[in-house]
């Protein structure tokens, strides 16, 4: 367990819908990273946010967008669902932007039909 | 930027050794880290290498040469509960966001 939750679970949608993903990062951790990771994948990263504020961005069309709360969850939305951003949807949570050490949630696998 | 290769598949026999390579080209390093993700699961923290050398953890060992781009994980005394994928990933930019390989999947036999 590392402390980190993300919600839902699973979530299937329909093309063209929207989604929001939350997470709940590890006591005392600022910084909260997003991943997506396709079947047989690697992760990629989405984005950083740093105390409330976007930290670094990947390689990701601006449907996806995030926030980060004062206590420092987080939600991960996505517009326009296409069927390729069915996934599995990580969140990270570490100390600050800084510190090596990321722990990662159970994620969320999202199926877009 | 980052680019990260690792083989796609390996396959080992519960007691044995396997070595899992990982090779990166990467525009400034910040360190080599390897995280293990068993099925449905997130991955969990295994190693971070940032100095050349071996780094031993109990069954589990990481190598890292920097002039090389190259790393690898050693798993000693296999057990089937390390079937799982490996994941090699390296920081982009420094702190902890990382570009991840594709991710070994090791299957371990009797």
């Known amino acids: 367990e590392t402390g980190v939750t993300q919600s839902p679970t699973h979530l299937i949608k329909t093309r063209g819908q929207q989604v929001t993903l939350r997470c709940s990062s590890q006591s005392g951790h600022n910084t909260v990273s997003w991943y997506q990771q396709a079947l047989g994948q690697g992760p990629q990263f989405i984005f950083q946010y740093y105390r409330e504020e976007e930290n670094g961005r990947g390689n990701f069309p601006p449907r996806f967008s995030g926030l980060q709360f004062p206590n420092y969850s987080s939600e991960l939305n996505v517009n326009a669902l296409e069927l390729d951003d069915s996934a599995l949807y990580l969140c990270a949570s570490s100390p600050d932007s800084q510190n090596t050490e990321a722990f990662f949630g159970q994620g969320t696998r999202l199926t877009v039909v | 930027g980052q680019n990260i290769d690792q083989p796609t598949e390996m396959t080992a026999t519960e007691g044995a050794i396997v070595q899992i390579n990982c090779t990166y080209q990467?525009?400034?390093?910040?360190?080599l880290f390897w995280y293990q993700q068993h099925a449905g699961e997130a991955p969990t923290f295994l190693s971070y290498n940032v100095l050349d050398g071996l780094e031993e953890k109990g069954r589990f060992s990481s190598f890292l040469s920097r002039s090389k781009g190259y790393s690898y994980l050693l798993l000693k005394e296999l057990q089937m509960k390390d079937s799982a994928s490996y994941l090699c990933a390296a920081p982009t930019g420094g702190g902890n966001k990382l570009t991840f390989g594709t991710g070994t999947q090791l299957k371990v036999e009797l």
């Open positions: 990467t525009s400034g390093f910040n360190g």
